[in-house]
């Protein structure tokens, strides 16, 4: 019955990638012969559900053989020699991979970065525990995540038949790490979904609350919103544009979030159903602003450039809110295809079977961060060193700053130009003396902003001191200092 679904979906493969993904299926099928998950239903439904997730974003066939095979060495006689031996070392990888991420399974309840009480230091070294092994499973193979996210999005589908008491800690567990985890790797609906998914079960008032707001607030917009898109879309040809326009209803878990920043006034809240104007090309996004700006008055300050400024985590786009017609505010978002796509899938888009074979701009910063935090944690020695520096590092806001040459740095809000510095060089930090930021001298305890162009005065002379710790915000630069003070 399932199976079907999965031909159909993978149909982006080449034959000889289909036949990988059929033979995959067979095998774990054959290996969870007769195996029953709790809901009642046949297990290999699981993995099946996993790969075509993943299938969704369209993913290589590897990586959907590695999901059909995830359990298999867990919860199966065949081990994961045997899958070796049948599907080569890359896909036995993964499923290795997904496999030790699982066996730590988190007990009671999960509070990360909260430092614990004396009795609760072995649950949270355990938590950290977890952590750490996806840091380094991610930095092996990112794929190793995408299963992994991807098992987690069905298992929270299926969440209604476990326990009770065993709903909350999940539920939660998803929404602390496996959805900020989505996001910093830039899978927004991902994100999205798996925070809607543990919503209901962490604060079911205020879900139910949101499904009645997003229900009524659609119905009244949907017809003004149709003719925004009329006349914008009958204004863009005019310039030759052919866009793709459409609405998309804001998640219920941001729009809670972000509801309780605005007071919640819902009238304030002005992307809940955001147009969103895809077109090709980065000179097409700016004509399109300038064409939205000519139909409507922009509201002051709320024009946002991220594809000059992406955010850290690699989303681009323009951002506008106007007064549409009979004066309206509404949010619109101006985008290309490919950013687009990057924007929904993030580090899936990489991996993205490449039939159009259009160029893509490396998938390096993502990786690159996950590598770095990968080998910074393989350093530190104790888990709350651990969880101070995920707080600081991981989740908290970050700041685009660029060297004079325009190269772009990606550092934690409230850095300093000693981070900076490290950031470029563990040398340039060393012998940095002073620092210009936007062509004035400043000291080096000097807070950072976005945008910033930051120059590093190095003198020969110059050595870390060790009021720098005092101020220093990245742990690169902290362990470098330490490093050279002893
Ligand atoms: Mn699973």
New binding site residues.
């Given amino acids: 019955m399932i199976y079907p679904a999965l031909k159909e979906k993978i149909s982006y493969l080449e034959e000889n990638e289909r036949r990988l993904v059929f033979r995959a299926y067979e095998f774990a099928r054959n290996a969870h012969h007769g195996q029953v998950r709790r809901s009642g239903e046949p297990t290999i439904n ?2 099946v559900k ?1 790969a075509l997730y993943l299938a969704e974003v369209t993913l290589d066939a590897k990586t959907l053989a590695g999901a059909l095979l ?2 298999v060495p867990e919860d199966t006689p065949y081990d994961s020699a045997s899958i070796r031996r049948n599907f080569g070392g890359e896909i036995a990888n993964l499923v290795e991979g997904v496999t030790k991420l699982g066996r730590v399974r988190l007990k009671k309840s999960w509070v990360p970065f909260v430092r614990p009480r004396k009795e609760k230091l072995a649950e949270f070294e355990r938590q950290m525990e977890t952590l750490r092994k996806m840091f380094v499973a991610m930095a092996r193979d990112p794929r190793v995540i995408l299963i992994k996210l991807a ?1 987690r999005i069905y298992n929270m589908r299926t969440l209604a038949v476990i326990p009770k008491e065993k709903q909350a800690r999940i539920a939660k567990e998803t929404l602390e790490i496996y959805a900020p985890m989505a996001y910093r790797l830039g899978m927004g609906e991902w994100k999205g979904k798996l925070e809607d998914l543990a919503f209901p079960y962490l604060y079911p008032d205020e879900a139910k609350a949101m499904t009645q707001i997003i229900k009524h607030e659609s119905a009244a917009r949907e017809k003004y919103l149709k003719k925004v898109q009329r006349i914008l879309a009958a204004e863009l040809i005019k310039n030759n544009i052919r866009a793709q326009i459409h609405s998309r209803i804001k998640h219920l878990y941001s729009l809670w979030r972000k509801l309780q920043k605005y007071d919640n006034d819902i009238s304030k809240i002005y992307d809940l159903i955001a147009t969103r104007v895809l077109v090709k090309t980065v000179e097409e996004c700016y004509t399109t602003l300038g064409t939205v700006h000519k139909l409507w008055k922009p509201l002051p300050g709320r024009i946002k450039d991220y594809i000059a400024l992406p955010k850290p985590n690699g989303y681009r786009s323009l951002h506008t809110t106007v007064f549409g017609p009979t004066g309206r505010i509404i949010e619109i978002q101006i985008r290309t295809h490919l950013m687009h796509d990057e924007a929904e899938n993030g580090i899936a888009a990489h991996w993205h079977y490449s039939q159009s074979k259009e160029s893509r701009p490396a998938p390096k910063e993502q990786i690159e961060w996950i590598r770095e935090l990968a080998n910074w944690q393989a350093k530190l020695k104790s888990p709350a060193e651990l969880s101070e520096g995920l707080r600081l590092d991981f989740f908290e806001n970050r700041i685009f700053v660029f060297t004079p040459n325009g190269d772009v740095k990606n550092l934690p809000a409230g850095a300093t130009p000693i981070d900076f510095a490290y950031s470029i060089h563990t040398e340039i930090g060393d012998h940095c003396w002073g620092a210009k930021v936007n062509g004035k001298m400043v000291k080096l305890e000097h807070v950072l902003e976005n945008g910033n162009v930051v120059e590093i005065i190095q003198k020969k002379s110059a050595r870390p001191r060790p009021d720098w710790l005092n101020f220093v915000k990245t742990h690169q630069a902290r362990t470098h200092i330490t490093r050279y003070l002893k």
Avoid: E, F, L, V
Wanted: no cysteine; aromatic share 0%; hydrophobic share 0%.
């Fill in positions: 699981h993995p996993t995830h359990d098992d």
